[in-house]
């Protein structure tokens, strides 16, 4: 009964989390730790740059929060960038269910290859499930990192926390842009 009320505990919590009718651009805190993660991503691994400088876009997530005991979730705002333009807002939403416990906050960013990933992106096609893996940023992990067939590169770079994790989930993505209405 437990893991059965925490599945319906998170359900409700993911129900209200839904898009605002306009995203506005972020403030200047917010572009403070914008630019605070791209520094410390970069500082992990001076590699990440070719992925900086190469795609078509990115969203970066600067931090997660992920918590669970058998039932798992994770959530996290983003920001989308095209060619460098701020053009965006993104929203992760995680579940998982299996053997876990603990909690844990990292930054997460994906680089799109191209614009068809991109847009797959922004129409909601994209979902990341238990196949799907990220390079966890260390000296010299991005060198040899690549784009899945989807046309993603995703990274994570741990900030605190313990988590022991063997589940199974994915990530799920929501995406509004800039000063626009639903």
């Keep these: 009964m437990h893991a059965r009320t925490m599945l319906i505990a998170i359900s409700l919590v993911m129900a209200g989390c839904s898009t605002e009718d306009v995203v506005e651009a972020p403030d200047a805190e917010?572009?403070?730790v914008?630019?605070?993660?791209?520094a410390d991503l970069k500082r992990a691994d001076p590699d990440i740059q070719r992925f900086f400088d190469q795609a078509h876009a990115y969203v970066i997530f600067p931090?997660?929060?992920?918590?669970?005991?058998?039932?798992?979730g994770a959530r996290g705002t983003g920001w989308v960038y095209e060619k460098g333009n701020l053009v965006g807002q993104a929203k992760m939403t995680q579940i998982s269910i299996?053997?876990?416990a603990g909690g844990q906050?990292?930054?997460?960013?994906?680089?799109?290859?191209?614009?068809?990933?991109?847009?797959?992106?922004?129409?909601?096609k994209t979902e990341l499930?238990?196949?799907?893996?990220?390079?966890?940023?260390?000296?010299?992990?991005a060198k040899t990192a690549g784009y899945d067939p989807s046309g993603l590169?995703?990274?994570?770079?741990?900030?605190?926390?313990?988590?022991a994790e063997a589940?199974?989930?994915?990530q799920k993505f929501s995406y509004e842009p800039l000063g626009a209405e639903e």
């Design 30 to 32: 917010e572009v403070a």
């Design 34 to 38: 914008i630019e605070g993660t791209t």
């Design 63 to 72: 931090s997660v929060g992920e918590g669970g005991l058998v039932v798992g």
């Design 98 to 100: 299996g053997a876990q």
């Design 105 to 124: 906050s990292y930054a997460e960013v994906i680089f799109f290859r191209d614009r068809t990933a991109l847009n797959a992106f922004k129409a909601g």
């Design 129 to 141: 499930g238990a196949e799907v893996s990220a390079v966890v940023l260390k000296s010299r992990a």
């Design 153 to 163: 590169a995703i990274f994570v770079l741990p900030k605190g926390g313990a988590m």
């Design 167 to 170: 589940a199974v989930g994915g």
